[in-house]
């Protein structure tokens, strides 16, 4: 029943990062990054039971739980069992399921996008250069990895390379073959090949960030799904 001024309703954000007030320096440009590595472990460890659940369970070298409505029918790949759609904390729900890889893929988009416009004047990095390859580099391996995961599991999937500013506008995109995903993801790792040494100067992020031997190890892994 009330109203109120044009320039009260659409204040500028002061309080939580967008695009338009972020990405200025090293340290967001990193935190960006962790915040893709993020995302993507949420989207492989769905409801604690990993999508392995696609691929080596049924094949004995894992064993399942007993308890559990929805075990049975995953263990045994039975995806064709009925669950309602309201019912959306059944595994056979969740499994289903690629919002959560795009949410990371989206993210791993921006670093893309983003982290390139940042001047190296705003790294903190002794190496500035060697910082900035460095964020790129893994943004292209995780993207990569992302897409071949979904790959293997759903075949042809919607090929997203871009983040759309107004995700309310952004276009609904058809699936694409896989063939041509997987192209998109050797190309990824080209490119991050390009950027990644084999070993960083932090120690500490060895075992868990990607490097030049992640990407080659993904790169030989794709190459064998293709029968190459």
Same mark, same amino acid.
Request: aromatic letters at 12%; a neutral charge.
């Given at each position: 029943?009330?109203?109120?001024?044009?320039?009260?309703?659409?204040?500028?954000?002061?309080?939580?990062?967008?695009?338009?007030?972020?990405?200025?320096?090293?340290?967001?440009?990193?935190?960006?990054?962790?915040?893709?590595?993020?995302?993507?472990?949420?989207?492989?460890?769905?409801?604690?039971?990993?999508?392995?659940?696609?691929?080596?369970?049924?094949?004995?070298? *894992?064993?399942?739980?007993?308890?559990?409505? &929805?075990? !049975?029918?995953? @263990?045994?790949?039975?995806?064709?069992?009925?669950? #309602? $759609?309201?019912?959306?904390?059944?595994?056979?729900?969740?499994?289903?399921?690629?919002?959560?890889?795009?949410?990371?893929?989206?993210?791993?988009?921006?670093?893309?996008?983003?982290?390139?416009?940042?001047?190296?004047?705003?790294?903190?990095?002794?190496?500035?250069?060697?910082?900035?390859?460095?964020?790129?580099?893994?943004?292209?391996?995780?993207?990569?990895?992302?897409? *071949?995961?979904?790959?293997?599991?759903?075949? &042809?999937? !919607?090929?997203? @390379?871009?983040?759309?500013?107004?995700?309310?506008? #952004? $276009?609904?995109?058809?699936?694409?073959?896989?063939?041509?995903?997987?192209?998109?993801?050797?190309?990824?790792?080209?490119?991050?090949?390009?950027?990644?040494?084999?070993?960083?100067?932090?120690?500490?992020?060895?075992?868990?960030?990607?490097?030049?031997?992640?990407?080659?190890?993904?790169?030989?892994?794709?190459?064998?799904?293709?029968?190459?």
């Amino acid at each position: 029943m009330v109203s109120c001024k044009k320039s009260f309703m659409e204040r500028v954000p002061i309080n939580a990062p967008t695009d338009a007030n972020f990405w200025h320096n090293e340290s967001e440009a990193a935190g960006s990054l962790a915040g893709a590595y993020a995302l993507l472990r949420v989207a492989l460890n769905e409801m604690g039971m990993a999508y392995y659940y696609y691929g080596d369970l049924a094949t004995d070298e *894992f064993v399942a739980r007993t308890n559990g409505e &929805d075990y !049975p029918a995953l @263990t045994q790949i039975q995806w064709q069992t009925f669950v #309602a $759609p309201s019912q959306t904390f059944r595994g056979l729900i969740k499994m289903r399921r690629w919002d959560n890889f795009y949410r990371a893929i989206d993210q791993q988009n921006r670093c893309l996008k983003y982290i390139p416009a940042i001047g190296l004047e705003n790294f903190t990095s002794v190496d500035k250069q060697g910082a900035k390859n460095l964020l790129l580099g893994e943004s292209f391996f995780l993207r990569a990895f992302t897409y *071949f995961y979904m790959a293997r599991v759903w075949g &042809d999937v !919607p090929l997203v @390379t871009e983040t759309a500013d107004d995700a309310a506008a #952004a $276009p609904n995109i058809p699936r694409t073959a896989q063939a041509q995903v997987l192209e998109q993801c050797i190309k990824d790792i080209e490119e991050a090949l390009k950027l990644l040494p084999y070993v960083t100067s932090a120690a500490a992020s060895r075992p868990i960030k990607a490097n030049r031997g992640t990407c080659y190890a993904l790169l030989a892994h794709i190459n064998a799904w293709k029968g190459e």
